[in-house]
C-alpha cells in the first residue's frame, strides 16, 4: 500500500512539473511584456507630456497673465522716429528705443545661420516647444552637466515681448516659464519662421542704445544687417546669452571666446565649412564703435525745432494711427522728411567749430588771463567764486525780493540752495538728472 501511495505521489509531481521549462518560459515572457508596457507608456508620457501641458494651460492659465490675440497679430514694439535731410540722409532719430524693424530679406544669411546653430538647432523641426531640447535640458539639471537651455527661438521673443523683466521667484517664474509655452505655441501659428527670426532680431536689446539689429549693426560695425560678416554676425548673436557678458565693446575677452563658441556650432551643424573655421577663430574682434543719442548726428538745433512742430502739427491736426491712437514721435517709427541741404549743414558746422576753436576761445581765455582775478579761471580760490555767485545771486529779482520781504540772509540763502525742477518729469525718480541745483 504504502509502494503504491508513494508512487502515486511521484506521479502527481511528474505532472505538475513544466514540460520542458515551457510554462516558466511563459511565465517570464508575460512578466517582461508588463515592463516593456509601463516603459513605452511612460516614454509616451515624456515625449507628448509637454504638448499636454500646452493644451491644458490654454484653458487653465489666466486670460490676464497671456497677451490677447490682437497683441499677438501686431505685437507692439517701440520705433525710432527718423528725420530725413535731402530726402534721404538720416539727419538724427527721436526715440524711446533707438530700434528701427528690419525683414528677413534684409538680414544676412550668416546671422540666420549663427542663430539657429547657437540657440535652436531643431528650429525648422518643432512649432515653438522642443520636446527634445526639454528632455536634453531637464537630463542633463538632473545629471549635473551642461547640455544646453531648452528655450526655441520662439519661446526667446515670447520672453522678450511679453515678460519684460523675468521675475526673481522661483514659483512664479515656473508660471511665467508656462506661459511663455503657450505664447510660442501662438506666435508659431500666427507666423512663418522667417518672420519670428526677424522679429528675434529686431526685439533683443544689444545695449548702447542699439536695439534691434540694425541698430546694432550700425553701432558697433557701420554697416547693415546684410552686410555683416560671419565673424561679426557671430559675435552680435554671442550677445544673445547675455549682452553683457559677452559685449565686445565692454568685455572683447569674454565676447571673442563666445564668438567662437558660436562659430563652431555653425561648424556643426553643417553652416559653416570647417576648413574656415580655424582661419575664423583666428581672427581679431574689431569693432567700429559709433554711439548714438538724440543729439548725435548733424544739426542738433535744427532737430530739435523740426521735433517741437512735427509734434504740434500731430496734435494740431489729429492724426491717428491705424489702431486709432494719436502718433508719438518717440515710439511709432514715423519718417520725417525734411528739405535741409545736408552737406552744406555738415561745411556750416565745421567753419563754426573751426572759428570758435581757433579765434574766440583763445581770445577768451587771453582775456581772461590778462584779468587779476577772472570769475572762473584755475587760478580763482574758492573763496573768490564764492563771492562772485553772491554777487550775482544780489543782483536776481528773486534776492531782491525776499530781501524786501524781511526775510533773513540766512533763510534766503536756505532758498538759493534748494533743488529747483525745470522739468514736468521730475517726480519720477529716474529724470532727476534733469533737474537743476542752484547751489554754491
Same mark, same amino acid.
Given at each position: ?14 505532472? @505538475? ?28 508620457? #515624456? ?6 501641458? /500646452? =493644451? ?23 520705433? =525710432? ?8 540722409? $538720416?539727419?538724427?532719430?527721436?526715440? $524711446? ?79 511665467? *516659464? ?6 510660442? =505655441? ?7 519662421? *522667417? ?49 553683457? /557678458? ?35 577663430? *583666428? %581672427? ?7 554711439? %548714438? ?12 525745432? $523740426?521735433?517741437?512742430? #512735427? ?71 574758492? %573763496? ?6 553772491? *554777487? ?8 531782491? @525780493? ?39
Amino acid at each position: 500500500m504504502k509502494q503504491k501511495a508513494s508512487s502515486k505521489n511521484k506521479s502527481n509531481k511528474l505532472k @505538475q512539473k513544466p514540460s520542458n521549462g515551457v510554462v516558466g518560459k511563459s511565465k517570464e515572457f508575460k512578466l517582461s511584456r508588463k515592463w516593456k508596457r509601463k516603459f513605452l507608456i511612460g516614454t509616451w508620457l #515624456v515625449v507628448f507630456s509637454p504638448f499636454i501641458s /500646452i =493644451a491644458i494651460l490654454m484653458f487653465t492659465i489666466p486670460a490676464e497673465e497671456l497677451p490677447d490675440y490682437a497683441l499677438l497679430e501686431n505685437p507692439v514694439s517701440n520705433q =525710432a522716429s527718423t528725420l530725413y535731410a535731402d530726402g534721404e540722409k $538720416v539727419l538724427g532719430t527721436f526715440f $524711446v528705443d533707438n530700434r528701427s524693424n528690419v525683414a528677413y530679406q534684409e538680414l544676412s544669411i550668416n546671422l540666420v545661420n549663427a542663430l539657429i546653430a547657437t540657440e535652436d538647432e531643431r528650429y525648422y523641426k518643432h512649432s515653438g516647444v522642443d520636446t527634445w531640447g526639454l528632455i536634453r535640458a531637464i537630463s542633463g539639471q538632473l545629471l549635473g552637466q551642461n547640455k544646453g537651455g531648452g528655450s526655441t527661438i520662439t519661446q526667446q521673443l515670447a520672453k522678450m515681448m511679453f515678460h519684460e523683466m523675468p521675475s526673481r521667484d522661483k514659483w512664479a517664474r515656473v508660471n511665467e *516659464k508656462l506661459a511663455e509655452w503657450v505664447i510660442a =505655441a501662438r506666435l508659431e501659428r500666427r507666423y512663418t519662421k *522667417k518672420e519670428i527670426i526677424a522679429m528675434y532680431f529686431n526685439q533683443f536689446d544689444f545695449l548702447y542704445n542699439a536695439v534691434g539689429i540694425k541698430s546694432a549693426a550700425r553701432i558697433y560695425y557701420n554697416t547693415t544687417p546684410k552686410e555683416l560678416t560671419i565673424s561679426e554676425a557671430a559675435t552680435l548673436v554671442g550677445m544673445a546669452k547675455s549682452p553683457v /557678458i559677452y559685449n565686445p565693446k565692454m568685455n572683447p575677452k569674454n565676447a571673442l571666446r563666445r564668438r567662437n563658441t558660436v562659430l563652431q556650432q555653425m561648424a556643426k551643424n553643417g553652416l559653416l565649412e570647417k576648413t574656415k573655421l580655424e582661419d575664423l577663430k *583666428k %581672427e581679431p574682434i574689431i569693432i567700429d564703435y559709433r554711439p %548714438e543719442t538724440q543729439n548725435t548726428g548733424v544739426g542738433a538745433y535744427f532737430r530739435g525745432y $523740426v521735433k517741437k512742430e #512735427v509734434q504740434r502739427i500731430l496734435k494740431k491736426n489729429g492724426t491717428l494711427d491705424p489702431a486709432g491712437n494719436p502718433y508719438n514721435i518717440y515710439r511709432d517709427g514715423l519718417k520725417i522728411f525734411t528739405s535741409l541741404d545736408y552737406e552744406l549743414q555738415k561745411h556750416a558746422e565745421a567753419a563754426v567749430d573751426k572759428h570758435l576753436g581757433t579765434y574766440l576761445q583763445p581770445a577768451f581765455q587771453k582775456d581772461n588771463l590778462s584779468k587779476k582775478h577772472s570769475p572762473y579761471g584755475d587760478e580763482t580760490t574758492r %573763496e573768490q567764486r564764492d563771492r562772485n555767485i553772491r *554777487k550775482a545771486i544780489e543782483k536776481t529779482p528773486r534776492y531782491k @525780493q525776499l530781501k524786501k520781504q524781511g526775510i533773513s540772509e540766512k533763510e534766503i540763502d536756505k532758498v538759493f540752495r534748494k533743488k529747483i525742477c525745470h522739468s514736468n518729469y521730475c517726480k519720477n525718480r529716474i529724470y532727476d538728472n534733469l533737474c537743476i541745483i542752484y547751489a554754491y
